[in-house]
T-cell receptor, first 114, second 113 residues
């Protein structure tokens, strides 16, 4: 157990729908990162939050949004889902010096859009 | 922008043989470098990291990696591979202390008996 909790583990939904993925960071970590992993694109950085505020943005679609709450858990919202959004979505967390010590990853949420 | 290249998509190694997985990065200064391992159905686990000091770093599970500035490389090695090492390995780079990590596309390690 890495200490980063992601729910749900699996999600199957239809095109056009909206889903919410949840992440609880490791105790003491202030930063949360979301990554999308697909066979063709590999691991793509989506967005980072630090202590409730957006810190960095990567290749995140406008249909996707995220937030980090006061208790530091984070949610990734995916809307108007398309078949191509099927992927493994990882959450990772780190303390303030994330790059120096690396990230701790959760086990991921596998999203299947049908 | 920082980038990472893992030239080998798949590598097959016999159990007990040595292993070297290649990683090349593109960044002017010395970046923060990492190797992660992902077993099927699992998240990524940090094997080792480098950002300064001794260019040969030791990690968990008997892995080591060597930073070579002249070659912009950070190759992962293990002297004797075990069947349980079969997994996908990712190299990652962070340009600065507070930048996000960029990952390579991964190398799948297969271990033959």
């Amino acid at each position: 157990d890495s200490g980063v909790t992601q729910t749900p583990k699996h999600l199957i939904t239809a095109t056009g729908q909206r889903v919410t993925l949840r992440c609880s960071p490791r105790s003491g970590d202030l930063s949360v990162y979301w990554y999308q992993q697909s066979l063709d694109q590999g691991l793509q950085f989506l967005i980072q939050y630090y202590n409730g505020e957006e810190r960095a943005k990567g290749n995140i679609l406008e249909r996707f949004s995220a937030q980090q709450f006061p208790d530091l858990h984070s949610e990734l919202n995916l809307s108007s889902l398309e078949l191509g959004d099927s992927a493994l979505y990882f959450c990772a967390s780190s303390d303030v010096g994330g790059t120096e010590y690396g990230y701790t990853f959760g086990s991921g949420t596998r999203l299947t859009v049908v | 922008a920082q980038s990472v290249t893992q030239p080998d998509i798949h590598i097959t190694v016999s159990e007990g043989a040595s292993l070297e997985l290649r990683c090349n990065y593109s960044y002017g200064a010395t970046p923060y470098l990492f190797w992660y391992v992902q077993s099927p159905g699992q998240g990524l686990q940090l094997l080792l990291k480098y950002f300064s000091g001794d260019t040969l770093v030791q990690g968990i599970k008997g892995f080591e990696a060597e930073f070579k500035r002249s070659q912009s490389s950070f190759n992962l090695r293990k002297p004797s591979v075990h069947w349980s090492d079969a997994a996908e390995y990712f190299c990652a780079v962070g340009a600065q202390r507070y930048s996000t990590l960029t990952f390579g596309k991964g190398t799948m390690l297969l271990v033959s008996p």
